[in-house]
């Protein structure tokens, strides 16, 4: 996208998959709140190893050694400042890529599940070149390998090439130009010609103090008060950025009971919801400085399980302004917009909608130091609500896409030897502590020859009395064996808490050490 965004004359079409465009409020500041485990722990503590790692292609003239030492001697981690522009100032804004520039035709691949779904369909939109949608069902990982609807997407890559490099009309561009799959039980692919979808419609749902969704203006004020619970969210699946084939949401009724709630009445028909939810809440803040607003939108069964559509998220101080932030005052009313990231989802008639509104979405992003304390304003004067994009059928057929599946014969992923990858939940029912685990124990095929083992493992834990004690621990070791370098073992270690950070990187050389470093913040 950045490349593109250069607009350099050779550039013919590009396929951008999984992006960020502005990685502030793409990944590490979703909503102006810190990003947790995703951001500072898998992918931070997984880069340092990385950035330590000789070059694997070593030529015989030793190019590749002075490489290893230059890149070493003036090496930062990528995570080192993060911490130090909690703002949207000049140095998330420099990175910002400006799409509006690319100019050439654009095949974007996102996934409802990935980090950056909100981030993918607003790419689409702005794009004024020829261009594409796809939108799946998936996490942040290879499609062609997921257990849930695979997709080979190379093939469909290579029919847009051959089409805008090579002239080859193999009706790619005839096609409707927009494919999303259609969650939910009974969803499914779709095509549609446009997004957002022309034909949706807003239907908006108002908040009441007895915690329904009505869809008319509550007659009787009211407000419901409710404390934060810190480890709220461990329900709602990982941001997995290691592309690890796991982390879809699990059943959302632990965290709805540690939240307010506000369900309707059962369905009388379908609804399928696709575009980007807002919830408009009345909030004022009782207790503590600051505050994390989050809001689910779920879908609720007959049985009563509870299933994750979307999410939003807004820190309570960045509510005009992710630039300059304001303090909020204790006990004055504020009207808060949190944007539901986009989604498509299709809730059977009979089944019921849910907001779930609660302070805390950990580990995707970390709690407040203090659990502060809210009200939440419902009726006539203070409509708190949310709006959601409802699209009717088509009024007139538009056939399925036939997805192109992987030829099960092929490996797919021929450089990876064996796999084990992890995902635990960890409650200390003593002291109230809840820990997220997460990694992966691979070995690896390496371009040049031999074999490189892989042991990288993030745990983020927090206690619901102790909010502010909240961290992350890493570690990473790699062991690799290279033609001219020998025994290569790398290492690093992070322990990350929401204003600190001790970084640790080692390496050794046969056995004998190499380089060793130590960053504090």
């Not at 630039?323 to 009207?335: F, N, R, S």
């Not at 089944?351 to 302070?359: F, G, I, Q, T």
């Not at 203090?370 to 949310?386: H, V």
Request: hydrophobic share 35%.
């Amino acid at each position: 996208l950045e490349t593109a965004s250069e607009r350099p004359p050779h550039l013919k079409a590009i396929v951008p998959i999984f992006a960020a465009v502005d990685v502030y409020h793409d990944f590490l500041y979703p909503g102006g709140c810190t990003n947790c485990l995703s951001g500072f722990g898998t992918w931070g503590t997984f880069m340092v190893a990385m950035n330590l790692m000789p070059p694997g292609y070593q030529d015989a003239q030793g190019r590749w050694y002075q490489v290893w030492k230059k890149r070493l001697e003036g090496m930062q981690p990528h995570a080192l400042p993060w911490q130090d522009h909690p703002t949207y100032d000049h140095y998330w804004q420099s990175k910002a890529i400006p799409i509006e520039k690319i100019g050439v035709p654009t095949f974007v691949i996102g996934a409802w599940r990935d980090i950056f779904p909100e981030t993918m369909v607003r790419l689409y939109e702005k794009i004024s070149a020829p261009k594409k949608l796809v939108m799946g069902p998936w996490t942040h990982s290879p499609v062609d390998i997921y257990p849930f609807e695979p997709w080979d997407h190379l093939y469909e890559m290579k029919r847009w090439w051959d089409y805008w490099l090579k002239g080859e009309k193999n009706a790619i561009v005839d096609e409707p130009p927009v494919t999303i799959y259609v969650q939910g039980p009974s969803g499914g692919w779709k095509y549609e010609h446009e997004w957002p979808i022309a034909r949706t419609e807003e239907q908006t749902l108002f908040l009441s103090s007895v915690n329904t969704l009505f869809d008319k203006t509550p007659d009787v004020e009211g407000q419901n008060t409710y404390q934060a619970v810190p480890t709220v969210g461990v329900m709602a699946g990982l941001w997995d950025p290691l592309s690890l084939c796991l982390g879809l949401p699990l059943d959302q009724g632990p965290d709805d009971l540690n939240s307010l709630t506000y369900t309707t009445e059962p369905l009388t028909d379908d609804m399928e919801i696709t575009g980007s939810p807002e919830a408009v809440i009345y909030v004022s803040l009782e207790e503590g400085e600051e505050v994390h607003l989050v809001a689910k939108l779920n879908h609720v069964a007959p049985d009563g399980r509870s299933s994750l559509i979307t999410t939003g998220c807004l820190k309570g101080s960045h509510h005009r302004s992710q630039e300059k932030p304001e303090p909020l005052q204790p006990g004055q009313v504020y009207e808060f917009h949190i944007l539901l990231w986009a989604t498509s989802y299709l809730v059977p008639k009979g089944h019921r909608l849910k907001l779930s509104v609660s302070c805390s979405d950990f580990p995707r992003i970390w709690p407040t130091d203090t659990n502060p304390k809210i009200s939440l304003y419902c009726g006539a004067t203070r409509t708190s609500s949310i709006r959601i994009p409802v699209v009717p059928p088509p009024g007139e057929p538009v056939s399925r896409p036939e997805m192109s599946r992987p030829d099960p014969t092929i490996n797919r992923a021929p450089s990876i030897m064996d796999a084990v990858p992890v995902w635990k939940m960890e409650q200390d029912l003593v002291t109230g502590t809840v820990a997220v685990v997460t990694g992966v124990k691979q070995q690896l095929r390496i371009p040049s020859g031999g074999m490189a083992e892989v042991n990288h493992r993030v745990k983020a834990s927090v206690a619901n009395s102790r909010p502010d004690g909240a961290k992350i621990e890493g570690s990473t070791e790699v062991r690799l064996e290279l033609p001219a370098a020998g025994l290569v073992e790398v290492q690093a270690k992070t322990l990350i808490t929401h204003k600190r950070m001790l970084l640790d990187g080692k390496i050794t050389v046969d056995g004998r050490l190499f380089f060793e470093k130590q960053w504090r913040k």
